[in-house]
Antibody, heavy 117, light 110 residues
Framework: EVQLVESGGGLVQPGGSLTLSCAASGFTFTNHWMAWVRQGPGKGLEWVANINQYGGEKYYVDSVKGRFTISRDNAKNSVFLQMSGLRAEDTAVYYC??????????WGQGTLVTVSS | QSVLTQPPSVSAAPGQKVTISCSGSSSNIGNNFVCWYRQLPGTAPKLLISDNNQRQSGIPDRFSGSKSGTSATLGITGLQTGDEGDYYCGTWDNNLSIYVFGPGTKVTVL
């Protein structure tokens, strides 16, 4: 069974930093692109970033470029999202997702990031 | 605003049919597969349809997907109260080099 377990969310002040982690299991981690998707309170889904199987290719939505960094540790079957310069508009539930082809068939339960003073 | 367009809401009586449209452009829907996700309140989204029209395992054949040009459609027949939720289309955008989701459509069973 595929499992994605996020951790690292919490309350952070504007301008602060936070690193989210996602522990993956139940599939061959190195076969899949991974991504982060977020959902602000009462809002729709917003794709944040993705990373290819060995970390050599990464893409980001414009609103987080230069502030967020996605990475992975294939030895630990984990993917990370380092977030800095956090803003109120970054407040959201962040989901770790596994890609298969063009879609995201596997989602974690999400971790809440709240940016507030 | 979103690169993809969906109606904010659709509704119908139990047993009836609804369709949800997802409109984009040649840089996204026109040249990539479309995926459909459903999100029930307080839960993570779930993939229903991949590659325009491929139902995921366990998804009943009441759900169908189609694509024509730069638009895609999700159909739900035999509507049930358990189908209520928010439905999102998604695909890759070649110009933006990002994955894009539609704004979501709320399905209500009257």
């Amino acid at each position: 069974e595929v499992q994605l377990v996020e951790s690292g969310g919490g309350l952070v002040q504007p301008g602060g930093s936070l690193t989210l982690s996602c522990a993956a299991s139940g599939f061959t981690f190195t076969n899949h692109w991974m991504a982060w998707v977020r959902q602000g309170p009462g809002k729709g889904l917003e794709w944040v970033a993705n990373i290819n199987q060995y970390g050599g290719e990464k893409y980001y939505v414009d609103s987080v470029k230069g502030r967020f960094t996605i990475s992975r540790d294939n030895a630990k079957n984990s993917v990370f999202l380092q977030m800095s310069g956090l803003r109120a508009e970054d407040t959201a539930v962040y989901y770790c997702v596994r890609a298969s082809g063009s879609c995201y068939p596997s989602w974690g339960q999400g971790t809440l990031v709240t940016v507030s003073s | 605003q979103s690169v993809l367009t969906q109606p904010p809401s659709v509704s119908a009586a139990p047993g009836q049919k609804v369709t949800i449209s997802c409109s984009g452009s040649s840089s996204n829907i026109g040249n990539n597969f479309v995926c459909w996700y459903r999100q029930l309140p307080g839960t993570a989204p779930k993939l229903l349809i991949s590659d325009n029209n491929q139902r995921q395992s366990g998804i009943p054949d009441r759900f169908s997907g189609s694509k024509s040009g730069t638009s895609a459609t999700l159909g739900i027949t035999g509507l049930q109260t358990g189908d209520e939720g928010d439905y999102y289309c998604g695909t890759w955008d070649n110009n933006l080099s990002i994955y894009v989701f539609g704004p979501g459509t709320k399905v209500t069973v009257l």
